[in-house]
């Protein structure tokens, strides 16, 4: 006799997820993905659903449209050429900073941490509305690539960019610390 209790999720709700498990593993906080294991119903894949939607839309201007567009596949390297223009933005000032606030100890690396966040937040911003693809944090540059597939339009495109980012650099053109104020 095969009883079934209500309330159990049986082999035919979860064996959908299977295909999933490995991607839901890295993109879902644990308690979400256990959570998706033991009640696979429809409100708490739609729980699922809004995460990685979140996940998607706080990501998508941090990794390069062509990347977005097609996502690697596990297992299954790609390469390819791409003709464009590249802007390379680099903090003046920025390694006398990072030594004052770090002789000023915890409140100095909050203050490093809320000119940064605030910093890269402006910038990747007019990035993306600027049509460009984020390839590179490195320390406090960045890496932009501009393919239009028009070779004047990419450095236009990228003059523009860099103008603009100048431009929204008012706010940091004074950062108070102990030691003084930085440029």
Request: charged residues 15%; negative net charge.
């Amino acid at each position: 006799m095969n009883a079934q209790v209500t309330g159990t999720v049986t082999d035919t709700q979860i064996n959908f997820l299977f295909p999933l498990e490995r991607q839901l593993r890295w993109l879902l906080p644990a308690n979400l993905y256990a959570a998706a294991w033991v009640d696979p119903s429809p409100v708490m894949l739609t729980k699922v659903f809004e995460h990685l939607r979140t996940l998607q839309h706080v990501l998508i201007d941090y990794v390069p449209r062509h990347v977005c567009d097609h996502p690697p596949e596990p297992g299954h390297p790609r390469h390819s050429w791409q003709e464009g223009t590249l802007l390379f933005t680099d903090l003046a000032g920025f390694t006398p900073l990072l030594e004052a606030c770090s002789a000023e100890g915890l409140n100095g690396a909050e203050l490093l941490l809320r000119v940064l966040n605030n910093y890269f937040s402006d910038m990747i911003e007019i990035i993306s509305k600027s049509s460009g693809n984020l390839l590179e944090f490195t320390g406090d540059a960045l890496l932009v690539q501009f393919t239009t597939g028009d070779p004047q339009r990419d450095i236009s495109q990228a003059l523009n960019t860099g103008l603009r980012m100048q431009r929204a650099m008012a706010p940091f053109q004074h950062i108070p610390t102990h030691r003084g104020s930085y440029r």
